[in-house]
C-alpha cells in the first residue's frame, strides 16, 4: 500500500465517514476535517509513520490535502 493509501485509511477513521478525497483536494473546506479533527489527524499519523510533528507545525496549511501531508512525511522521514 502506497503512502497516499495510507493517508486516506487514516482520514476516512479520523473523519468517522466514507472520504474518497482527491490528492489536491482540501479537507478543510471539504468538511473531512476541522480544527477539532487535526490534532487527532497528526497523532494516527505519528504513530502510522513513526515521525514526530512539532507543535508548531499543526496548522491547518500544512495537512490541509493527502499530497500536503505526504509531502510532508516525506519531508520528515
Do not use: H, N
Amino acid at each position: 500500500m502506497d503512502r497516499q493509501t495510507r493517508i486516506v485509511e487514516i482520514l476516512k477513521r479520523v473523519a468517522g465517514k466514507p472520504i474518497d478525497p482527491a490528492p489536491e483536494e482540501s479537507l478543510f473546506e471539504s468538511g473531512a476535517l476541522d480544527s477539532f479533527t487535526l490534532a487527532d489527524l497528526v497523532t494516527a499519523l505519528e504513530k502510522e509513520f513513526a515521525v514526530k510533528v512539532p507543535d508548531a507545525d499543526l496548522t491547518p496549511r500544512k495537512f490541509d490535502s493527502v499530497a500536503r501531508i505526504d509531502a510532508y512525511l516525506q519531508s520528515r522521514s
